[in-house]
């Protein structure tokens, strides 16, 4: 199913986003949002949700860090008590699903199969054919297209060339996580480092002055980096299942070693 999600009536109470590169997932989610809002009548409560006041909402960013089964039983807490919001809807959203450990998703399972009223739970994958058969029957799920041409347009006052622009429609999903890219240079830096990467892989003394600014990037610096790089060696399966098991390699040496090893395979 597309984007119609937000035009359903009966709102389902568990979704499953997948999503599309630059299909803006935030924007999807907060205007998925209000439209349940407004279902209840909250024209006011909307606008809290434009604002980003709406107290009521719990997000848990599995693409920073793995889920743990901490983070579901604080939804599960805070939303057993009386919520902010005297409209009485709460949301939790969880993106990257494919991205929790076993024990979060056991404790998420029983969550959504005894759901309570007013609660809604949106859950977001980049890799559809990783998220559990038990997750994927208890949700409705939902492909969010793509929006290149109004990405593109919306980056044209940035200084990117076109294999810039390239790697970016390529890696990225949303809008603001461009954005917040570009602002703080996390881009522009980590672009710089997989081309140097690339260029230098026989070059021992500049492997060494990288593998130490490696040492240095946080989870999402570095998942960065390995995107970048696939985009340099498209359909290296080797790239492509480390991306996807980043969170199970969280020794950064080890993490940079395979990294170097599979860049050397590959030219």
């Not at 109470?13 to 997948?18: E, G, I, K, S």
């Not at 907060?30 to 006011?44: P, T």
């Not at 743990?68 to 993106?95: C, P």
């Not at 954005?179 to 026989?202: G, P, Q, W």
């Amino acid at each position: 199913m597309g984007n119609n999600i937000v035009d359903v009536k009966n709102k389902p109470h568990a979704v499953l986003l997948v999503e599309s590169k630059l299909c803006d997932v935030d924007n999807f989610i907060k205007e998925y949002i209000k439209s349940i809002v407004l279902q209840y009548g909250g024209g006011e409560w909307a606008k809290k949700i434009d604002n980003n006041e709406y107290y009521d909402i719990i997000r848990v960013n599995g693409y920073k860090n793995a889920i743990k089964k901490e983070e579901i039983l604080n939804i599960i807490d805070r939303f057993s008590m009386t919520g902010i919001e005297s409209i009485g809807l709460k949301f939790y959203i969880i993106s990257g699903i494919e991205q929790a450990t076993p024990q979060a998703i056991n404790s998420l399972l029983k969550f959504l199969e005894e759901p309570f009223s007013k609660i809604f739970a949106i859950l977001t994958t980049r890799s559809l054919n990783l998220v559990l058969p038990t997750i994927r029957s208890r949700t409705q799920t939902f492909i969010l297209k793509s929006k290149i041409e109004e990405f593109t347009k919306n980056l044209e006052n940035y200084k990117l060339d076109q294999q810039q622009m390239n790697v970016i429609k390529n890696i990225y999903y949303s809008y603001d996580e461009i954005i917040n890219d570009l602002k703080n240079n996390d881009f522009y830096f980590i672009y710089d480092l997989a081309i140097s990467f690339k260029k230098n892989i026989d070059d021992i003394f500049i492997i060494k002055k990288i593998q130490e600014q490696f040492s240095k990037l946080n989870y999402s610096q570095i998942s960065l980096l390995i995107k970048i790089i696939g985009i340099f060696f498209p359909n290296n399966i080797r790239l492509i299942n480390l991306i996807e098991t980043i969170h199970n390699n969280p020794v950064k040496i080890l993490l940079f070693n395979k990294v170097w090893s599979i860049i050397q395979e590959a030219t």
